[in-house]
């Protein structure tokens, strides 16, 4: 976990790292005559299995090393003994969850011809994800040095590629005016945050944990629904691939 201030090599190659990050939302438009329509691209769901191998081979283990200052944390605690973890990663998924949710309910409720309400509400809670995983590029570096940094920024611009389109699939006109630029604004947000404020290794591990929840969520209800017509066949390639990847470092 971030145990020291960031030097100057540590600033340069997380800033680059976000800014990696940023651009993924401010060029993810471009890509949209390539990658968007029904059926689902194959790319999309490539990029989706590659998060998802990404949680399971390499964060979700992490969180099992995490459990130990959890507990630390919580020692005094009679209801919050074991799997703290794992219990910010569920939530985690169900804030996510209940965002999807109250999209679907609303798109039920609304005619062809109107634009689905909750914009800012999905910006809102997208902005502090993108500048949680903004924030914790220092700790991948401090922790698993480069290349646990290369890992983590490559799967979460895949991730952020996956969310981009589902943003512009929700919201087309919010998502390409607004939200694009607040989304890469808070990337870059979350690593300013990090080289002026640390928190404890605690903290740390229920952000990771948030994060971990969220990516699986948000993936999946992006590959699961039918009318998406998605690829499994891709998503099994991207997954088995960068499984690869991870296991071979």
Not at 122 to 139: C, D, K, P
Not at 142 to 157: D, F, H, K, N, R
Request: proline share 4%; aromatic share 12%.
């Amino acid at each position: 976990m971030l145990l020291t201030p960031p030097d100057p090599h540590e600033a340069l190659l997380t800033f680059v790292a976000a800014s990696l990050l940023a651009l993924v939302h401010i060029f993810a438009g471009h890509l949209r005559a390539h990658i968007g329509g029904i059926p689902r691209s194959g790319w999309l769901s490539m990029a989706s299995g590659a998060s998802v191998a990404y949680v399971f081979l390499f964060l979700l283990p992490e969180l099992a090393h995490s459990e130990a200052t959890l507990a630390n944390l919580f020692n005094d605690s009679n209801w919050l003994q074991s799997d703290h973890a794992y219990l910010a990663a569920l939530i985690g998924l169900a804030v996510f969850y209940g965002l999807e949710r109250m999209t679907c309910v609303s798109r039920r409720k609304q005619t062809p011809d109107q634009p689905l309400p909750g914009f800012w509400v999905h910006i809102g809670l997208f902005v502090l994800y993108n500048a949680l995983i903004g924030y914790l590029l220092l700790e991948q570096l401090q922790e698993e040095a480069v290349a646990g940094l290369a890992i983590y920024t490559s799967a979460m611009m895949l991730h952020f590629l996956v969310n981009d389109y589902g943003l512009r699939h929700h919201f087309p006109r919010g998502q390409s005016s607004y939200g694009r630029w607040l989304l890469a604004a808070s990337a870059l947000g979350g690593w300013t945050l990090s080289m002026l404020v640390q928190v404890n290794e605690a903290v740390l591990a229920v952000f990771l944990a948030f994060i971990a929840g969220a990516v699986i969520l948000n993936t999946l209800k992006e590959e699961l629904p039918a009318e998406r017509e998605s690829r499994f066949s891709a998503f099994l390639l991207g997954a088995f691939l960068y499984a690869l990847l991870l296991l071979s470092i």
